[in-house]
């Protein structure tokens, strides 16, 4: 079966640009996280979505990071302004139980 | 301060060794993740734990609650168990998605 996937696979964008990032959850799943993991560094929490509650966005690290989950499945993580410390590996998980996360492969961000 | 400790940061294992990779934690927290994160950046959950001990084929995780103390093992190491291992904590009182996570254990299994 299909698991999470995300787009782009890669971005590489210049200083200023907003860039768009999107999961595509398990099918069924209800909970959606979106994590992101700087070079060198561990993950760090962004937002977390839960069916229809109000997400979870005390990880967001700006204002110009946003996310949406739009009708309760696909999921966009929006970065406005990019900075080149946003420059990243962006991970999303989807989760039925919100014990085991399932993983996307992650979209490698570059800002330049 | 960082609030999840792993250690060894790196390991280099022989194929059959015994494995431990030890989590320590400062906060009081509700659950506990492992994860493994391959070579290629893919992440898969191994376990989730709130008290106890997990076995899951050679991997078996243990938590001591009191002593904010979490430990992996990989019996019988295989070269293709080499990943980073991930020690992730649920906060007491954070979402369910808010972990915090430690910053992994490079582990390496000659064949």
């Known amino acids: 079966g299909a698991g999470v996937s995300q787009s782009p696979s890669n971005k590489v964008t210049e200083k200023g640009k907003d860039v768009e990032l999107r999961c595509d959850p398990i099918s069924g799943h209800t909970a959606l996280y979106w994590y992101r993991q700087s070079l060198g560094q561990g993950l760090e929490f962004l937002i977390y979505f839960q069916g229809n509650s109000a997400p979870d966005k005390s990880g967001l690290p700006s204002d110009r990071f946003s996310a949406e989950r739009t009708g309760g499945s696909v999921s966009t993580l929006t970065i406005q302004r990019t900075q080149q410390e946003d420059s990243a590996v962006y991970l999303c998980?989807?989760?039925?139980?919100?014990?085991?996360?399932?993983f996307g492969p992650g979209t490698r961000l570059l800002v330049l | 301060k960082n609030e999840v400790e792993q250690s060894p940061q790196n390991l280099t294992a022989q194929e059959g060794e015994f494995i431990t990779i030890n989590c320590s934690y400062s906060v009081g927290i509700s659950a506990l993740h492992w994860l493994q994160q391959h070579p290629g950046g893919g992440i898969v959950s191994l376990f989730m734990l709130s008290s106890g001990k997990k076995k899951h084929g050679r991997l078996i995780a243990t938590i001591n609650i009191q002593e904010k103390h979490s430990s992996l093992h990989i019996t019988a190491s295989h070269p293709r168990d080499s990943a980073v291992y991930i020690c992730a904590p649920r906060e007491n009182g954070g979402s369910q998605g808010n972990l915090i996570f430690g910053k992994g254990t490079k582990l390496s299994v000659k064949p």
């Open positions: 998980a989807s989760s039925f139980d919100k014990k085991t996360q399932y």
